[in-house]
């Protein structure tokens, strides 16, 4: 399935502050879980931010489909380029 692109707003992406524990364990904000549809035993992976000290976390399944989507965008520009440079000569 395919996402339509769409803008979101600062305020829309905020859930709410959380807690490390003792343990280091947050606890997802409800609203956050059930607007991404994320649920107990889901798979989640938590990456350093590359630029700014943060996490990033998402699930997997939805990393993987995003990965695929963004290679067949590589893939459809690279045959828009080669067709171009076709035309071209």
Do not use: W
Not at 9 to 31: C, L, M
Not at 74 to 82: F, G, K, L, T, Y
């Amino acid at each position: 399935m395919k996402h339509a692109h769409r803008s979101i707003a600062a305020i829309d992406a905020f859930y709410g502050a959380v807690t490390v524990g003792e343990r280091g364990q947050i606890v997802i904000p409800a609203e956050a879980r059930a607007e991404l549809g994320i649920q107990a035993g889901d798979k989640l992976l938590v990456m350093r931010h590359p630029v700014y000290k943060g996490l990033m976390i998402c699930k997997i399944d939805e990393l993987q489909m995003f990965l695929n989507e963004f290679s067949e965008f590589v893939q459809r520009m690279q045959s828009s380029a080669q067709q171009q440079e076709e035309e071209e000569a």
